[in-house]
């Protein structure tokens, strides 16, 4: 199915230092609202114990404030609405002592006086096993970048490497700048759509870089953007095709999941528009800046070429027992 007319050559690089201009702004406003409002870490991360609780009506989030102040080992917690007025979270950053009661049956007893409500969820996670998931993520992402680094060094170009994990690095500041800026909860289902960006994104790029490279190799013009050009626009009716798909499935997982599973389909809709643009605007004209050489290229194929049907030469010479 082809939405774009591929006889027509769109020109995007004409336009890719305003493109370039613009994701250097939104990774250094990515950082700088990361580095002012932080990662909100949440109980998987940070340790602590959530409690999940519904009311038969309207929870009264002021009267639950006053009742949980009068008992100490809530006195720290903190009270949010959950998805709709009837349900709340209570968050208690952890202690020992808290770690070793149970939080359940002491909320039921402390909000007895408040209405009729029911427990849904106690989840509880010592600040040991918090900083040893946090950790294991941050060596999961890192892993995974590095991974990425040497496969598409090792199936394209070093250049075509460096273009990915820089576009790879732009998708996944710009999702945490969201995820900073809006104040998501940083759980393990963050760390699970992040990494899952990481994978769409490098799909977007792999794609587009090999019709690149089947472009040079075919192409009898020795101007990169032109072929880039080119590239992307016999791929662009799969691109949009794709990403649409997957956007308006986690933009439903957004509106229609809940709010348990609304920081992970946010954090995918952020990655799903940016891993799109970048591959394109982004890790594309990026092997241009890097000095990528078309001639070169094109030589270094040659001589493979060249070696690879002597070696067949030598092969078929060895067989037929000349040599």
Known sequence: MEIFNTVKTYDFMSKSKIFLGFSIFMILASY?????????????????????????????????????????????ASVTEFGSPQEIIIKIPTSSKSVSTDIGDNARELLKSTGNFEIRRVDMVGPKVGNELREKGLMAMFLSIL???IYVAFRFEWRFAVASIFALIHDVSIALGAISLFQIDVNLDILAAILTILGYSLNDTIIV?????????????????????????????????????????????????????????????????????????????????????????????????????????????YEGGVV
């Not at 089947?214 to 880039?228: A, P, R, T, Y």
């Open 32 to 76: 700088a609202i990361l580095f002012t409002k932080g990662l909100n870490y949440g109980i998987d991360f940070a340790g602590g114990t959530l409690v999940q609780v519904k009311y038969e009506k309207e929870a009264p989030i002021k009267r639950i404030r006053e009742v949980i102040k009068s008992d100490p080992l809530f006195a720290s």
């Open 147 to 149: 991974t990425i680094l």
């Open 209 to 317: 870089f090999d019709r690149i490279r089947e472009g040079i190799v075919q192409s009898k013009i020795f101007d990169l953007f032109k072929i880039i050009n080119e590239s992307i626009t016999k791929t662009l009716s799969r691109t949009t095709l794709t990403s649409l798909t997957t956007f308006f499935v986690v933009l439903t997982l957004f509106l229609f999941g809940g709010e348990i599973i609304n920081g992970f389909s946010f954090t995918m809709l952020i990655g799903i528009i940016v891993g799109t643009y970048s591959s394109i605007f982004v890790a594309s004209p990026f092997l241009k800046w890097l000095g990528f050489s078309v001639e070169d290229y094109k030589r270094k194929l040659a001589i493979k070429e060249k070696q690879r049907i002597e070696k067949e030469k030598m092969r078929q010479q």
